[in-house]
T-cell receptor, first 112, second 108 residues
Framework: EAGVAQSPRYKIIEKRQSVAFWCNPI?????LYWYQQILGQGPKLLIQ????????DSQLPKDRFSAERLKGVDSTLKIQPAKLEDSAVYLC??????????FGEGSRLTVL | EDQVTQSPEALRLQEGESSSLNCSYT??????LFWYRQDPGKGPEFLFT???AGEEKEKERLKATLTKKESFLHITAPKPEDSATYLC?????????FGTGTSLTVIP
């Protein structure tokens, strides 16, 4: 069974530039999550999708972050414009309720 | 407020020296407690799920236990390859709340 795929693995940008991350969940997993993990901290939820609908985006900084999950399969997370404090690993996870989360390898963002 | 706290933040063990990692939680409506292992530069890898107080799960040198307020991850006779960050997460339905992790280093 293929795991959660994420790309790119690494991205370096200047502040105020934009960046997009892509995630393809495990086939059949209806629930998809985007987490932000800052070095030395646990993952923090940004947004949760159930199929192509948003379940929880209460912690998403909507002035600069956006996410979509068209057709209820893969998802894109965008940051525009980026700030220095957005430097982190962006983790995508999927779940076939009520089980565990399956994580991708993550996309490491460095904002200079 | 739902909260998950892990201790210690970092732990250094000699190879073969057994110890325990702690995850304490205050949440309403626990639907499961999850342990993950995270290696540097990788995403978290699932280890165990515990659903009710008194439940225990084992895998190789790891054993997870659950009470009404906390969970322990016991590591018996650790090896250097057990070095990683161990994350605890609690599920309250749709939401998963993560702790900040325990960074374990096992010295040969």
């Amino acid at each position: 069974e293929a795991g959660v795929a994420q790309s790119p693995r690494y991205k370096i940008i200047e502040k105020r530039q934009s960046v997009a991350f892509w995630c393809n969940p495990i086939s059949g997993h209806a629930t998809l999550y985007w987490y932000q993990q800052i070095l030395g901290q646990g993952p923090k939820l940004l947004i949760q999708f159930q199929n192509n609908g948003v379940v929880d985006d209460s912690q998403l900084p909507k002035d600069r972050f956006s996410a979509e999950r068209l057709k209820g399969v893969d998802s894109t997370l965008k940051i525009q414009p980026a700030k220095l404090e957005d430097s982190a690993v962006y983790l995508c996870a999927s779940r076939w309720a009520p089980g565990e989360l399956f994580f991708g390898e993550g996309s490491r963002l460095t904002v200079l | 407020e739902d909260q998950v706290t892990q201790s210690p933040e970092a732990l250094r063990l000699q190879e073969g020296e057994s110890s325990s990692l702690n995850c304490s939680y205050t949440v309403s409506g626990l639907r499961g407690l999850f342990w993950y292992r995270q290696d540097p530069g990788k995403g978290p890898e699932f280890l165990f799920t515990l659903y009710s107080a008194g439940e225990e799960k084992e895998k190789e040198r790891l054993k997870a236990t659950l009470t009404k307020k906390e969970s322990f991850l016991h590591i018996t006779a650790p090896k250097p390859e057990d070095s990683a960050t161990y994350l605890c997460a609690v599920n309250t339905g749709n939401q998963f709340y993560f702790g900040t992790g325990t960074s374990l280093t096992v010295i040969p």
